[in-house]
């Protein structure tokens, strides 16, 4: 080991008894959360299209909200929504978490955790 510090997909099951994720980056942070689904073999596919889009710049939307709160979106090529962060104050702190989401996703272990 080199000592650095790695990201992780969390699976969990929430209050509802649906399964989520969240990637975490090495720091621990939360840096992007799914959707929620009745199957982890669901949330296993969203963790793969994570994985698999992540990787396209175009499929990341930028947006600031009524709070004036930056967020970002990751989409599907049909356009759906696979992933979202959370509120950012400036737009080039939302572009890092973009990066972050990159760097982290695409081989970060999956671990389950009971939330």
């Known amino acids: 080991m080199d000592g650095k510090m790695t990201g992780k997909f969390e699976v ?3 209050k509802a008894g649906e399964f989520r994720f969240r990637l975490k980056a090495g ?3 939360v840096i992007l959360t799914g ?3 009745k199957t982890k073999a669901g949330c296993t596919k969203g ?7 992540a990787v396209d710049d175009s499929r990341f939307d930028v947006e600031q909200d009524k709070k004036g709160k930056f967020r970002f979106k990751l989409k599907a090529a049909n356009g759906e929504v696979i992933g979202q962060s959370q509120g950012y104050t400036s737009e080039s702190s939302c572009r890092k978490g973009i990066e ?3 760097k982290n996703s695409t081989d970060s272990p999956v671990v389950e955790i009971t939330a």
Do not use: P
């Open 100 to 102: 972050s989401v990159k």
């Open 35 to 37: 959707e929620g689904y």
């Open 12 to 14: 969990y099951k929430d």
């Open 27 to 29: 720091n621990s942070k």
């Open 47 to 53: 963790i793969e299209s994570i994985r698999k889009n």
